[in-house]
């Protein structure tokens, strides 16, 4: 009786997991999920991702402030800096030149992208997403901190 009793539960729960595995829909279509830890003193620092075309990537701000120059200018997320501070620093280290300085960037190979608190990106080519702070290589010196982001992809 107890084994009969044992080997009706095992049948049931593993049909449930059955069951349960296949009821979430975004399983089937997120192929990740990753915080990955960004430095504004570093340039261009691989997500470890790989996107093909078509892909789409939602990159979320999660935690950590950073800063393009430690000694004058404030700590901010990766939103970047207020246009009131942003028109105060040298608007010759800015990658995306539209864009605030400390925000963050991403690039997926000659592609760049804003991200700022947060992005959707539909990649128009296969390749590795990068991030960084919207500071160029010749002015990260001063700079100081990390965000932490979390990196999802979809393809539809």
């Known amino acids: 009786m107890q084994s009969k ?44 991702v790989y996107l093909e075309p078509d892909d789409m990537v939602r990159i979320h701000y999660v ?10 200018f404030p700590y901010v997320s990766s939103a970047g800096y207020a246009w009131r501070i942003d028109r105060r620093i040298y608007q010759g280290c800015k990658i995306l030149s539209r864009h605030p300085h400390g925000s963050m960037i ?19 080519q296969a390749g590795f997403l990068q991030l960084r702070v919207n500071d160029a290589d010749g002015c ?12 999802s992809v979809t393809d539809y």
């Open 63 to 72: 935690s950590g402030r950073w800063t393009v120059d430690y000694r004058e």
């Open 106 to 124: 991403a690039r997926i190979n000659n592609d760049h992208y804003r991200v700022g608190s947060r992005a959707l990106i539909e990649a128009r």
């Open 5 to 48: 009793l044992a080997t009706l539960f095992f049948a049931t729960f593993a049909a449930g997991s059955c069951v349960l595995a296949g009821a979430s829909p975004a399983s089937a279509t997120t192929r990740y999920g990753k915080g990955r830890w960004i430095s504004s003193e570093s340039g261009w620092q691989n997500a470890g």
């Open 140 to 151: 990260l010196r001063d700079n100081d901190g990390a965000v932490r982001v979390k990196i």
